[in-house]
């Protein structure tokens, strides 16, 4: 891995990823909507950003050119449809062979077996409901955008955060396939974590095509089912494949 595009940079995800992304000493390009440059002003010349919106083709082609790798933060706000305009201009314009890794939350459902707390199901209704009413946000559209991924040919990882909070990095969260896992009960990561998860997805053959559901790797409920493996890579064995 040497050259990566981060789409979606100047938000708190993104600008945890292209922190990890250059202290791996990769040459990182990002995309952002250009009213959010200045966020990134800390960076100065060591990305290299192609501001615009990131379901626009035009500016995404330019971005992944040379990228081995594409980050992509998929988000559900508006509802034209951004998450999955977003991520089809990557699925069909980074380079072939690229490792293309998504961001989303435990509410997308790969493949139906993940199993929701009560309290989980609930948010998500009426946060969907809301959003829609109001127009602010789709979750179908996030939904769609994944749905897409997970059909495609492509050497894709959507990884699936739980919910976040910001504070000092704990290293590489744990992971299980589906959520409902006895490790996965915590349900927090600190969003530096979740970057560094994202990062260490690009060179991880055990992530190519999975869903992974993270958690931080110090919650209660990660360590009371840690592993000796786990202690050392942050995943855990899959235990509900
Ligand atoms: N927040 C959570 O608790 C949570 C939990 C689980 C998973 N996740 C996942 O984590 C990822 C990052 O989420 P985050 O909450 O931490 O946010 P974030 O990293 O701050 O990212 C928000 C992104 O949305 C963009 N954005 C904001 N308003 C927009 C609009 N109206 N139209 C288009 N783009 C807009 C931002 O771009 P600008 O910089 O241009 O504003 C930024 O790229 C997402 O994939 C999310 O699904 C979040």
């Not at 040497?2 to 945890?16: A, E, N, V």
């Not at 040379?66 to 991520?87: F, I, M, Q, R, S």
């Not at 490792?99 to 139906?112: A, E, K, P, Y």
């Not at 609930?122 to 979750?139: E, H, M, P, S, T």
């Amino acid at each position: 891995m040497k050259r990566i595009c981060i789409i979606g940079i100047s938000g708190k995800l993104g600008q945890y990823m292209a922190e990890h992304a250059l202290a791996r000493g990769y040459e990182v390009t990002g995309v952002c909507r250009p009213e959010s440059v200045a966020k990134l002003a800390r960076f100065g010349d060591r990305i290299r950003l192609f501001p615009g919106r990131t379901n626009d083709r035009a500016v995404i082609a330019e971005a992944v050119k040379g990228c081995d790798g594409v980050l992509t933060v998929l988000v559900p706000w508006g509802v034209e449809g951004y998450a999955t305009g977003t991520a089809q201009a990557v699925l069909d314009l980074a380079e072939p062979g690229a490792r293309l890794v998504f961001s989303c939350g435990w509410h997308i459902s790969r493949d139906g077996k993940d199993r929701y707390t009560w309290r989980l199901r609930a948010l998500v209704a009426v946060f969907g409901l809301v959003a829609r009413w109001l127009r602010f946000a789709d979750l179908d559209d996030q939904v769609e955008a994944t749905r897409r991924i997970f059909a495609s040919e492509r050497d894709w990882t959507v990884v699936r955060g739980s919910d976040l909070e910001e504070g000092p990095g704990e290293g590489l969260p744990v992971w299980a396939r589906h959520v409902g896992a006895p490790e996965l009960a915590s349900n927090r990561t600190r969003r530096s974590d979740f970057a560094l998860f994202m990062v260490h997805a690009l060179t991880d053959p055990a992530l190519s095509r999975e869903a992974p559901a993270i958690v931080g790797r110090n919650t209660t409920s990660a360590r009371a089912h840690a592993t000796p493996a786990a202690a050392n890579t942050g995943a855990l064995p899959p235990q509900d494949a």
